[in-house]
């Protein structure tokens, strides 16, 4: 019945621009941006799963209609164009702390309604059509979870994000520009 469900639904066209919300592809790929920058700490490494998580709910929430799925590349260049506005906005000194805590918070929302667990579990393979239901119906902002660390605990956490990322051997946009106002918080 469920299948079937489906199957009207995609005929009639349903599932497609209507599902479609731009806005929350915009958060979940500057939130995937915001992880990926994070996840050159070492001690942060756990949140790659987070960013597979931001990167499948932007794709989802992209697709207009004509198409069912998106690229890794598409995926990859949107997150890279996130990663360059985040880091002139950093520059520009635009505190991300907020975005950052929301990010994270938002992702373990969908972590928990998606129950990861289940979900990638070799007995459980979801089906696409299936998949696209469920990324398009998870939560698409952060619950009212009560923050236990103050905002200025989170802005620390982007800096030393960009700090890492920074650091780097590999090509980081505006590398200098970043390590430079990072001197500056410092002094």
């Not at 939560?139 to 960009?162: A, R, Y």
């Amino acid at each position: 019945m469920k299948n079937t469900l489906l199957v009207i639904l995609f005929s009639f066209g349903f599932i497609g621009s209507s599902y479609a919300n731009k806005d929350v592809a915009n958060s979940a790929i500057r939130c995937s941006a915001l992880i990926y920058i994070e996840i050159s700490r070492p001690e942060m490494s756990g949140l790659t799963a987070g960013e597979a998580l931001m990167n499948r709910l932007y794709a989802y929430h992209m697709i207009d209609g004509t198409d069912i799925e998106m690229t890794n590349g598409q995926i990859t260049a949107a997150q890279t164009e996130a990663i360059t506005k985040l880091s002139q906005e950093y520059i520009k000194g635009t505190n991300l702390a907020k975005e950052y805590r929301d990010c994270i918070y938002w992702m373990t929302d969908i972590a928990k309604f998606i129950d990861i667990s289940e979900y990638v579990s070799p007995e459980n393979q979801t089906e696409e059509a299936e998949e696209m239901v469920l990324f398009l119906s998870a939560p698409t902002e952060t619950s009212v979870t009560i923050f236990k660390n103050p905002i200025e605990t989170w802005e620390q956490q982007v800096d030393l994000g960009f700090a890492a990322w920074a650091s780097q051997e590999l090509e980081v946009p505006y590398k200098k520009a970043i390590l430079s106002k990072i001197s500056e918080k410092i002094e």
